[in-house]
């Protein structure tokens, strides 16, 4: 059971391999993976079609917000209510995951043991894809280099500066050739 956003755990991107800034609740039971998520990141996990993608409307969110409780009570009722219809009760949990919804869990009957090992040892052990993003990521990376290398052979030196092609040779040019030798092999900086 993880609660974070992809940007900020290590556990939770190696769980979703998406850029997904808010905390969202990842779980998996039953050898099945889950994500409980708002409607407005739902498209974009089911897309990678690797977990089933709950919405907080299907666990009466509303009902939650209408009763007064505050933002973290609420997400924290909510994860309740998440968790309750994986039809487990023990869980693992990283280090990092934070106490208040801990508390709120285990006030509810659930079993959470933090086992770090169990999500380091996860994040060691790479899928096809993962190593593909790797290779992908790498050969995009020498690409950006020699890029600069070439620029850099092709200046010449002009006193105390360079010139590429009769103009100054500056790190705004040599970072914008690199940007778009990284977009060119589909990966970003």
């Known amino acids: 059971l993880i609660y974070a956003d992809t940007f900020r755990s290590a556990d939770m991107r190696h769980a979703i391999p998406l850029g997904v800034p808010d905390p969202i609740l990842y ?14 990141e739902a498209a974009r996990l089911r897309a ?24 973290r009570d609420v997400r924290a ?9 994986l039809g487990s009760k023990r869980f ?12 709120t869990l285990r006030a509810a009957g659930f079993e959470l043991d933090v086992d770090q090992e169990v ?27 020699d890029t600069c290398r070439d620029m850099l052979r092709r200046s010449e030196i002009d006193g105390d500066r360079l010139l590429l092609d009769g103009e100054p040779l500056t790190v705004e040019r ?16």
């Open 27 to 40: 779980a998996e039971a039953g050898g099945k993976k889950h994500v409980f998520t708002h409607s407005m």
């Open 48 to 71: 990678l079609d690797l977990f089933e993608v709950h919405i907080s409307e299907e666990f009466n969110v509303d009902e939650l917000m209408g009763q007064g409780l505050s933002r």
């Open 77 to 85: 009722q909510l994860a309740v209510r998440e968790v309750g219809s």
């Open 92 to 103: 693992s949990v990283p280090e990092s995951f934070p106490v208040w919804l801990a508390d």
């Open 119 to 145: 999500f380091d040892d996860r994040r060691r052990a790479k899928t096809e894809a993962q190593l593909a993003g790797m290779r992908r990521a790498q050969k995009s990376a020498q690409a950006a280099m």
């Open 174 to 189: 040599v970072k914008a050739a690199m940007g778009a030798t990284f977009t060119a092999h589909d990966t970003t900086t």
